[in-house]
């Protein structure tokens, strides 16, 4: 009776994932000089998510530009393995793809997993 709640509970947050990402993880590459680099290659791809911003207070204003301080969290299936230090690439849209930098270990719950992530670069 619990798994079936259980599943009927994560289809239902299943069905809110209206965007993708792909995870990329470090990789370790000998280069030819014998020293080793490290390169993020993709290791899942097109995997369903939602994604929540949230920004606090008023804009932060320097010299160079004015910044409002956000929080990035990202919605996924439990299944999903996402190591900490993983690169995400999220796709919002078809012309909005952002990268983020995995700043936490996920919390995963039996019906999703939440994911705090920073943003990297921002192409639109």
């Known amino acids: ?37 490290f390169v993020f290659e993709p290791v899942s791809s097109g995997v369903p998510c939602r994604v929540s911003f949230k920004t606090f207070g008023g804009a932060a204003k320097s010299e160079t530009a004015s910044t409002a301080p956000q929080t990035v969290r990202l919605y996924c299936s439990p299944d999903i393995r996402v190591r900490p230090g993983s690169r995400i690439h999220v796709t919002l849209s078809e012309s909005d793809i952002r990268e983020y930098v995995l700043s936490g270990t996920p919390a995963v719950y039996p019906t999703h997993q939440e994911i705090e992530l920073a943003l990297e670069t921002e192409r639109l």
């Not at 509970?9 to 990789?27: G, N, P, S, W």
Request: proline share 3%; glycine share 2%; hydrophobic share 40%.
């Open 1 to 37: 009776m619990i798994s079936t709640a259980r599943n009927a509970a994560k289809a239902a947050a299943e069905r809110l994932y209206e965007h993708r990402f792909t995870v990329l993880e470090a990789t370790p590459k000998k280069r030819a000089n014998g020293t080793t680099e």
